[in-house]
């Protein structure tokens, strides 16, 4: 996946309840210790940071969304040891992986056909420009598209390098495995070139969690990620792409300082 552009976060003040008004916020450190979000530092602090804080979010009685990869694990660990003390929420999860953590954890999961609905989701991103997202670094965008965009809220959680300037970031694209062949034929007449996503320790393709593979995409810049993502989504074969546009409500970015939350 390319390098993200990054972009410096505005840093406009210190928020005091999740109920302020649109518009970047950054919760200092002091806000870690009203939180209990561990100060470390580095990136997997950022992740950290971010993960944490989004999962002060969580309130009793909630379904939430629990989301794939390091950062949407942080989130994860945090409602674990918030139901260690005395939280009483469901999981829904968006892979095999956030459904082990939840376990481990001890959160309660559950499928979508078991609840209501979905009234928060945590997930990670791979890159960020102006509140629209790629995701699918660790192939899970399919369900995580479903849960995400199901909730009533969606916190994005990633740490500084997630942000660009504009999305140029490879478009992970999950495909049924027999229409692999006419699906990159299509991906190219789009302008993109697809590109088989291996398995490290197995030869072959890494199989989504659905039984499909992965192609991932080189667009160059996405000026427009609505209309790619619509002409991605109309392909036959393509079950999912990793373009989430227009989903996303928050996104808390973990940094050195505490956490940039920028409400969409
Ligand atoms: O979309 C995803 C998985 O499909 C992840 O949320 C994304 O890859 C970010 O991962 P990380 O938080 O480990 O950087």
Do not use: W, Y
């Amino acid at each position: 996946m390319a390098v993200a552009r990054h972009t410096p976060p505005d840093v406009v003040g210190v928020a005091s309840s999740p109920d302020e008004p649109a518009g970047p916020q950054t919760f200092l450190p002091s806000a870690c210790a009203v939180t209990g979000m561990k100060n470390t530092g580095g990136s997997r602090g950022a992740k950290r940071r971010a993960g944490e804080h989004a999962a002060t979010a969580v309130e009793d009685g909630m379904v939430v969304g629990l989301g794939t990869g390091s950062t949407a694990a942080h989130a994860i660990r945090a409602i674990g040891d918030q139901i260690r003390d005395g939280l009483d929420v469901e999981g829904v999860p968006t892979s095999f992986q956030a459904r082990q953590l939840a376990i481990e954890e001890g959160i309660p999961v559950v499928d979508l056909d078991e609840v209501p609905g979905v009234d928060l989701a945590i997930d990670g991103a791979d890159q960020i420009s102006d509140g629209q997202l790629i995701k699918g670094g660790g192939g899970a965008h399919a369900r995580e598209k479903v849960v995400d965009a199901a909730a009533d809220r969606f916190l994005v959680v990633a740490d500084p390098s997630k942000r660009a300037e504009t999305l140029d970031g490879a478009v992970p694209v999950e495909t049924l495995p027999a229409a692999r062949p006419v699906v990159e034929h299509e991906i190219r007449a789009l302008g993109g070139e697809p590109s088989l996503r291996r398995a490290e320790r197995k030869d072959g393709p890494v199989i989504t969690d659905n039984g499909n593979v992965v192609l991932d995409c080189e667009f160059g810049p996405i000026e427009t990620p609505d209309t790619l993502a619509e002409q991605l989504s109309m392909l036959p074969g393509v079950v999912e792409h990793g373009l989430f546009v227009n989903l996303a409500d928050e996104i808390h970015i973990g940094t050195a300082e505490g956490v940039t939350v920028e409400r969409l």
